[in-house]
């Protein structure tokens, strides 16, 4: 089952009151229970927003746009909520024209490191263009960009993890192209040096597919080989096998270990 994961960017409700609140709750169990009742008692109905609990603090934060049309002032509700022994400081800000933008929350982070989001389509259509511009030599140019920020996201998980874990847990590792927007990303069969994915939604390739573009992915391809030869600290090639453009079900990839330029010698040379 797919539970697609909104990220509340703004919010347009015409004719009706809106509000974004930001409430700092006690990191206790069940304080979002209460708050949420009380929001409900309030007549405050939630929209969309997120909550953020670290379990190395002391305060947790409950962030969310509102429809407040039928409930009281904004100075009421600030005061009903403030006087909760479990809320700790509440920010609100209001709109009359029934339109909000979220201009609480910033900056936006990933793994306590900053990120941004870009839409899928934006990044293709920039894709797009490089090819427009460059034809095949976008190819190397995305190529490269991606096994860049593969490496660098591979090193950061080694400072978090350090290469022991995170080798044990590839697998989940490689869940994280799911929980970003990647695809989702399932590994098939393995062995020591040889692995295959199947990546099923992919962005570059679904959307080459809806334009009846037959070009394998470049970007995933390239990440997935910065990402691998970092963690393990070897050389890897990727290869796409099926894809979504091509028409298949899935964008498949194998992932396998290269020798290293030593020991390519070694086998040339006999040794």
């Known amino acids: 089952m797919q539970n697609p994961k909104d990220v509340p960017i703004w919010e347009y409700a015409p004719d009706r009151r809106l509000a974004q609140f930001t409430i700092r709750l006690r990191n206790v169990t069940g304080a979002l229970a209460q708050a949420s009742k009380l929001v409900a008692d309030l007549g405050i109905v939630v929209m969309g927003g997120f909550t953020s609990a670290p379990n190395d603090s002391r305060m947790g934060v409950w962030s969310f746009f509102a429809d407040i049309t039928d409930s009281p002032d904004l100075t009421r509700i600030r005061r009903a909520l403030l006087d909760s022994p479990i809320v700790e400081g509440v920010e609100i800000l209001g709109s009359e024209d029934g339109f909000m933008v979220d201009r609480q929350n910033f900056p936006l982070m990933f793994s ?3 990120a941004l989001i870009m839409r899928t389509d934006a990044l293709n259509g920039m894709f797009a263009r490089l090819w427009d511009v460059f034809g095949s030599g976008a190819v190397a140019i995305v190529d490269q960009m991606a096994e860049a920020m593969g490496k660098y996201t591979a090193n950061e998980i080694l400072d978090d993890l350090g290469r022991d874990q995170a080798v044990r847990a590839l697998d989940e590792i490689l869940g994280t192209y799911t929980a970003l927007g990647y695809a989702q990303v399932e590994v098939g069969s393995r062995d020591e040096d040889t692995m295959l994915i199947h990546a099923r939604g992919l962005f570059e390739c679904e959307s080459n597919a809806k334009r009846d573009i037959r070009r394998k992915s470049t970007f995933f391809r390239g990440h997935l080989r910065g990402l691998m030869s ?28 290269t020798p290293s330029l030593t020991s390519r010698l070694s086998l040339r040379q006999g040794i």
């Open 112 to 114: 306590k490191r900053r």
């Open 230 to 257: 970092t963690l393990f600290n070897s050389d890897y090639e990727v290869t796409e096998v099926e894809c979504l453009a091509e028409g298949d079900e899935a964008c498949s990839f194998t992932i396998s270990r």
